[in-house]
């Protein structure tokens, strides 16, 4: 029985999906969606297409006039009309698309909206503890960066990690703070 079968009472065996991702998936996953957005059709043909095990599509994609820029804009309806006459390819051809998608939604997300740092640059903060061993008083900075995905912060030590205290870093999600701003601020 293979790996990715499972048997269920009464008998019956269950196919799973298997878990891990195909040579084709990592290979979409990993392309920089700004540089496939300058391909030409036949660069599609010859990377794109090739990489995922549809290079007998090429022909389809150059001879009308699909590259980069168009990819992500293909329908099951597109590639009818193309001629992509095989279901399967067609599904397996938009769900590889649609990675592409998801990875230019996933970067934009993850895309610094604003970043800082407190106290501010320029209020005076005790970076080393040469003068007096690190008193409660003497904090590092904190550096903050605001994304599409939430607030990140990163607590630096003050000084030469003598007060054993170390690199802090921490993540609130936007649904969080929508969360506690609804439950302590609302009511």
Known sequence: ???????????????????????????????????????????????FLRNIGLQYLGEQFVGNKIGGNI??????????????????????????????????????RSQALWTGQTPAAGCPYKRNCTELCCPDVFYGPTRWR?????????????????CGTGLILEYFSHRHIYYFHSVFILQ
Request: proline fraction near 3%.
């Open 1 to 47: 029985m293979a790996d990715y079968q499972v048997k269920v009472a009464g008998g019956d065996t269950v196919v799973q999906q298997p878990t891990q991702t195909s040579d084709a998936e990592n290979y979409v996953l990993n392309l920089d969606h700004e540089e496939v957005k300058t391909w030409s059709p036949q660069k599609v043909a010859d990377e």
């Open 71 to 108: 990819l992500a804009c293909l329908t099951e309806s597109h590639l009818k009309e193309m001629g992509v006459s095989v279901l399967g390819d067609r599904i397996f051809l938009l769900e590889m698309v649609s990675y592409l998608k998801r990875k230019k939604i996933d970067v934009a």
């Open 146 to 162: 605001v994304t599409g995905q939430g607030i990140f912060y990163k607590d630096e030590p003050s000084c030469c990690f003598c």
